[in-house]
């Protein structure tokens, strides 16, 4: 295996190629995946995101490593699980919503909690809204990984709308209950480019993915919500990427990962800037 990834960078990045708005197939998905597993960059890389609503006709080739996103009722997921494992697939983990926002996330939360403690050896990802409940769900996730389950939150922090896309200090008091409640964290949606920046199509200001890497080695170190904040809310790369360098030796802390339609854009940027030995040995 490369050694161009350092720890803190293994697995960050999953294969969002097949969620929308995507048009790609599963077959061009897959094989494009497998090119990626045997490039010089395969430790960056989680598993391809498939969409339990895609699990019909047509299943993962054997072998492939994926996590299941519950596009479906709580309920369908269990059956999509199994088929995935009946055809070969190395089931890395699944995300599936407990909410839409202004929701009760507790409901949901009890269905994905018997979900995993039917299956102790799986990752399972609750996605809550930043919205009203938060931290009682947040309360609810570590009352079950204390018992032994492996849940974990996702929180998405984009969207199509200006309300959907956290401030600094929201994101930060977030990071920081996960840092009280010892919870690692999955983020989705608006996060196209490492550091943070304002899309001029739609005036959406946008996280970067390095801002809540290098906000996770904060809070983690005990930072205040104020501080985490401002290293969210950084539009240079200098204070964001010598806390990575220094920490890149190490396991990521808090931060699980994201998905990207196309892997190779964060990759690029990572090169970019210095924190990813691009080329070959």
Known sequence: MS??????????????????????????????????????????????????????????????????????????????????RAAGAVVFHIEVPVARRGEDPQP?????????????????????????????????????RAAGLRLAPKFRVGGLA????????????????????????????????????TDPETGFTHHGFLNVLAASILATDGAEVAEVAEVLAATHPLPLVEPARMRRDDPRPLFAGFGAANVVEPLTELVRLGLINGGQQ
């Open 162 to 197: 200006a309300e959907l896309f956290p401030t600094p200090v929201e994101l930060a008091a977030v990071l920081c209950a996960c840092r009280e409640r010892e919870l690692p964290f999955r983020l989705a949606a608006g996060l196209r480019h490492a550091i943070r920046h």
């Open 3 to 84: 050694t161009l990834v350092p720890p803190l960078f293994a697995g960050l990045v999953d294969d969002a190629s097949l969620l929308p708005p995507s048009f790609t197939s599963l077959p061009d998905a897959e094989a494009k995946h497998g090119e990626h597993r045997a490039a010089w960059f395969a430790r960056l890389l989680g598993p391809l995101l498939v969409p339990a609503s895609l699990i019909g006709g047509e299943l993962p080739a054997r072998e492939l490593p994926v996590a299941l996103i519950g596009d479906v009722p709580v309920g369908a997921v269990p059956a999509a699980l199994e088929k995935l």
């Open 108 to 144: 949901g939360l009890t269905e994905l909690r018997a979900l995993a403690g039917a299956d102790k050896d799986l990752d399972v990802y609750a996605e809550i809204p930043l919205s009203w409940g938060l931290l009682g769900a947040l309360d609810t996730v570590a009352e079950c």
